[in-house]
């Protein structure tokens, strides 16, 4: 049986350990082999500006074994802010034993418990119908809006 998750902000001092939580997901996920100075500029940076988002991490007896990073995005349709998950990543070990969705609930929680956010969202890559399939069973649903993107080299 899995013990009591604790989900939590993270700390500055945990910073190392999102790092390695963030190449191992690219790596797993897409294939990436990320720059490991680059996210960890990205990293500090959430750390030292709140406004650009914020690291939420799942404890297990003193052991952090899954994460997420929300991001706002305005939404003046809704007058509110939309928290986006991005970042999502859990430990082989504890993958299936619902990490992910006491990860989730904590944010639905804050968003249901403050006026000024009025949502959630997360993208996934087509290919990662495991992570799809986890969202969906969080109650999370595909919605009618396809994303495109240019990103910068």
Partial sequence: ???????????????????DFQLRMAHETEGLAL????????????FEDPRRGGY???????????????TPEWSD???GWVLWIQSVYVIPEARGKGVFRDLY?????RVEGDPDLCG???YVDRRNR??????????????????????KG
């Fill in 35 to 46: 720059e490991p100075e680059r996210i960890a500029r990205g990293v500090a940076a959430v």
């Fill in 120 to 122: 959630l969202r997360l």
């Fill in 105 to 109: 609930a904590h944010q639905k929680a």
């Fill in 77 to 79: 349709w809704r007058a």
């Fill in 1 to 19: 049986m899995y013990s009591r998750i604790e989900v939590r902000a993270a700390r500055p001092e945990e910073a190392e350990r999102l790092i």
């Fill in 56 to 70: 939420w991490v799942a404890e297990e007896a003193g052991r952090i074994v899954g994460m997420l990073l929300t």
């Fill in 130 to 151: 495991r992570a799809a399939a986890v969202y969906e069973r969080a109650g999370m649903s595909r919605e009618h809006y396809e994303m495109f993107e240019w990103l």
